[in-house]
Nanobody
Framework: QVQLVESGGGLVQPGGSLRLSCAAS????????MGWYRQAPGKQRESVAS???????NYPDSVKGRFTISRDNAKNTVYLQMNSLKPEDTAVYYC?????????WGQGTQVTVSS
């Protein structure tokens, strides 16, 4: 089983930036496509970024050009750089695999975009 710990969230003003980290433990995740997801109050969890083992990335239109996913396989960690944040980006952010049934979800990290 893989344990996932997300960090880096916080309160930021519109237009600001945050960098989220997802540290995996229990097994190496380098062979798996990894993704970042978010869930806003009253809404379903949605994917905001994914990265394959080879480094190919994918984003929905809602974050394309603003979010960048990356991974450091040596550290077994996945990152999400978020720029030009908008109030609608407010949510709890999670990471998990995107290429097989998900592992147990971590606690997530809260991102709040507000002036």
């Amino acid at each position: 089983q893989v344990q996932l710990v997300e960090s880096g969230g916080g309160l930021v003003q519109p237009g600001g930036s945050l960098r989220l980290s997802c540290a995996a433990s229990g097994r190496r995740v380098s062979i798996w496509t990894m993704g970042w997801y978010r869930q806003a109050p009253g809404k379903q969890r949605e994917s905001v970024a994914s990265i394959t083992s080879g480094g190919t990335t994918n984003y929905p239109d809602s974050v394309k050009g603003r979010f960048t996913i990356s991974r450091d396989n040596a550290k077994n960690t996945v990152y999400l750089q978020m720029n030009s944040l908008k109030p609608e980006d407010t949510a709890v952010y999670y990471c998990n695999t995107a290429s097989r049934p998900p592992w147990a979800w971590g606690q997530g990290t809260q991102v709040t975009v507000s002036s």
